[in-house]
């Protein structure tokens, strides 16, 4: 197409008596950068049907392992919360959960090159995410409904971690490798990483490590919100922290091992990995009746989490063609994964496991011809199981077996500047809890989207999503205290599925030197389950009930980047991104813990041998609240980065990386420890990284 567009415009060119040859070639030069600007963008593998990231109908978010390792280390919620319309949990030095859009816990599927990360992180805001940035090769993340190919719960988004340990295609012969090292001050931590590839022939195989920790961080003034109030009523300054956080030290090791055998129409392989987690929680969040006798036997400054997982993983793909397909492509993962909660005696009050499998198949079509356009399509299949325990004092579930069974079909119509997606999947899903006996849900989802693109630079899309999630065993067989949420928790064994409905329309224009992108959405919620006060005490915890009513979340990001100017060998570019979003409950009443209305506005400059950057991010206060929680103050967060690269090549590269660089007091809206755990004050950290 080019080089027909490329004679066309030559031809025009050496016409004689033409009177616009100037503007005909400004015109094909500006068609070939637009072109050059689409075949750049990165296949979205998470998408129901690979595309590039500029052909998909929803907000998208992409980190390559660069843009990784320049994000703050630690929780997968910090790894990606400066993202336009990410939020994080931040619960503890070692737990923060991404919130996409307003939704968390259960409504965001985590996954783990594909298949689901089966840990207890959407059981409690305590829980640490088993998957770890500094292990990736590239984050994925579905901004939105993304049900169709991963089922109910993914109706808040999708996040996956693609670690690269079994290798798809083949790699250059030989040795090949990754390192990264790095410490900070204020946060009191040093990080270390690597990662070994070996290439021959058919074989390749990947051996990677990391290990990070973190001692309590700094942070600009008392960790108790409340403890100036407090000392002006006479209260002692002595008995509340200053200038650290508490028992917020974390600490986390892995090491993993993938082999494949790749060859020219496919690939088998496997791997294995090992995650282990120490981290300490929040003053308050876990007191207990009898707290002032055990402070004298305890040896911890707090409590703590211990978390260990063991994960195996095969997959393999095919290429050829067989009936209607091109390629196929098949996952398996099998988990064993615990946690102890562990009182500042050193006593193991809870063990939780979540021991499972999930399996994943898709099988791709072949494009065709239809009706003057092209079609293709994608036909999948999962399933998994998940054994669910939790015993001791705070066991406040009791065990749970999950099954589940699904398919899906996808197909995709393009016609010139025009093209249609749609979809549906059904689950079958059962929990069959020890207790309280057996629930089962048959669940449908179905999708339909349609864009238009009428240059290669522009891209506008509208999807419609019809989504049913099944309650969770937390929402149905709760009952007892929840100490990391501070409530007495009682769950409802009669609710039904949640069903929402949700609008998103995404327009992009990229061009030379200049990139835009805008989503508007609503997600409209019949029998939204939800947490709600119910004014009983039991053991001095308030008692909250799993209740459904309808609510609707709303809002939107937008983001642009500009180049600006170039001087003295340096180029200079801006850039700018906001998003809100709200939820209610239709009847009335705000929903606990929206996140705030967040603006980032960022300047950069890059060198060949070095790249800076400068950001400044508002949030927002949140006096939208719900009735049981209080609001939060806003801040602003300036940070700076720096990174030089004394070679041409990847071999090593140093990064300065400074945040909260004015040594702000900040709280997270969407944290239940905000009272307790502000965020860390002002840190600095160098690290150096390279490939070879």
Known sequence: MRRIMTSAAAAALCAPGLMFGPQALAQEATRAEAQRVQEEEPIIVTAPLDRARGDVAQGVVVLDAEAILEAPIGGLGETLESEPGIASSFFAGGASRPIIRGLGEDRVRILSNGVGVIDASAVSPDHAVAAEGL??????????PAALAYGGNAVGGVINVIDGLIAEAPAEAGFSGKYYAGVATGLESEAAA??????????VARLEAFTRSADDYDIPGYADAHAEDEIAEGADPADFAFGTAPNSFAEADGASLGVSLVGEHGFIGASVRRFETLYGIPEGSHAHEGEEEEEEDAIFAGPRI????????????????????????????HVDYQ????????????LFTNDGWEMRVEAHQREAALAGG????AWGFSAFEKDFTAGGEEAFITPTTTEEFGGFGVQSFTLGQFGLEGGARYDR?????????ERAFDLISVSASGSWRPDPRFFLGLTLARTERAPTETELFADGPHLATAAYEVGDASLTEEIAQTAELTARWRAAGFRAEASIYQAA????????????????????????ADATFEGGEVEIGADLFEALGVSFSGDAAYDWVAGAFDAGGDLPRVPPRTLTLGLA?????????VEWRRVDAQRDVAAFEAPTEGYALLNAQLTFSPFDSEAISFLIDGRNLTDEEARVHTSFTKDALPRPGASVRFAVLGRF
């Open 429 to 437: 899903r059962t929990l069959d809890n020890a207790v309280a006996g």
């Open 194 to 203: 690597g990662g070994v590839g070996y290439a021959q022939g058919p074989l």
């Open 374 to 377: 092209r079609l293709s399509g």
């Open 525 to 548: 919620f019949e029998d939204f389950i939800a947490l709600v006060p119910t004014g009983a005490v039991v053991d001095e915890l308030p008692v909250f009930q799993f209740v459904q």
């Open 605 to 613: 400059a890059e060198h060949a041998r070095f790249g800076a950057r």
């Open 306 to 333: 211990d978390l260990e997982q063991t994960r195996i993983d095969v997959r393999g793909g095919i290429e050829g063609d067989f009936l209607i397909f091109d390629r196929a492509h098949a996952a398996f993962a």
């Open 339 to 350: 946690h102890q909660e562990i009182e500042p005696t050193g006593e193991a009050a809870t």
């Open 135 to 144: 292990e990736a090769e590239r984050i994925e993340v579905l901004r939105g």
